[in-house]
């Protein structure tokens, strides 16, 4: 899917203007998303402050992509797809800025985990969930970039896995609090951090509920999985028929 071309360059300027900012703010929060993981994994103090800082521009970023969207809304009247991109990006921003709360929370924590590594059992588990929410944001900004409702439907799938990895570090998280309490406060700042990460992974799977409704004009929230699939993807039914 492309953007529509217009008789007013202008407009067209606008539009694209919107979109690449999107973009921008995506790749920050994503660094943000990451380097939040790295602070946590490799008890990096200095790292965790960094993450923590860059929430304010996060939070201007938003405001300032909002505000172009009234703008074009108030000035432009746009319909059909253009007022699906311009009502989808003021979702997308409003699920990107909660990432980078997210980011912080973790930051936040991993500076006072560092203080104490008594928790380096998790490492392997958390390794786990953090790769794979990571994968699940980043291919969530290139469904929104490529505008690919495909890819977001795969995306969307991937919600059980997440499950999956959060339930488990979870059970090895209080059996480990069962096995020496001395280690509760720690071991509840990464539970906390496991959660944070479930969160992100939720939000970037919103993101994709919006790249579902920009190509396809349906809004597909708080629908079945296998509604969606069968009623706007049937092609992905027929692949699975044929395997």
Not at 29 to 36: F, T
Not at 139 to 163: G, H
């Amino acid at each position: 899917m492309e953007l529509g071309q217009h008789i007013s360059h202008r407009y067209n300027e606008e539009l694209e203007n919107i979109r690449s900012k999107v973009l921008q703010m995506g790749g920050l929060v994503e660094l943000q998303a990451e380097n939040a993981v790295k602070s946590l994994l490799n008890h990096d103090q200095a790292l965790a402050k960094e993450v923590a800082s860059a929430d304010d521009k996060v939070n201007t970023m938003e405001l300032d992509i909002d505000e172009d969207c009234i703008n074009v809304i108030a000035r432009r009247q746009p319909t059909a797809r253009d007022l699906r991109l311009v009502i989808a990006v003021s979702k997308v921003i409003t699920d990107l800025e909660r990432i980078g709360d997210e980011a912080k929370k973790i930051s936040l924590y991993s500076k006072k985990l560092a203080k104490k590594k008594s928790v380096t059992g998790m490492h392997s588990d958390l390794t786990h969930l953090s790769e794979l929410v990571l994968s699940i944001l980043h291919n969530s900004l290139d469904a929104f970039a490529r505008m690919d409702a495909d890819q977001a439907m795969k995306i969307l799938s991937e919600d059980t896995k997440v499950n999956v990895e959060f339930d488990s570090l979870s059970r090895l998280l209080i059996t480990f609090m069962m096995e020496d309490p001395r280690h509760i406060k720690a071991s509840l700042r990464v539970s906390w951090c496991a959660r944070s990460l479930e969160r992100i992974a939720e939000h970037s799977q919103n993101i994709c509920e919006y790249v579902i409704f920009l190509v396809k004009g349906k809004d597909v929230r708080h629908s079945n999985l296998e509604h969606i699939r069968s009623k706007y993807f049937p092609h992905d039914l027929e692949d699975d028929e044929t395997v």
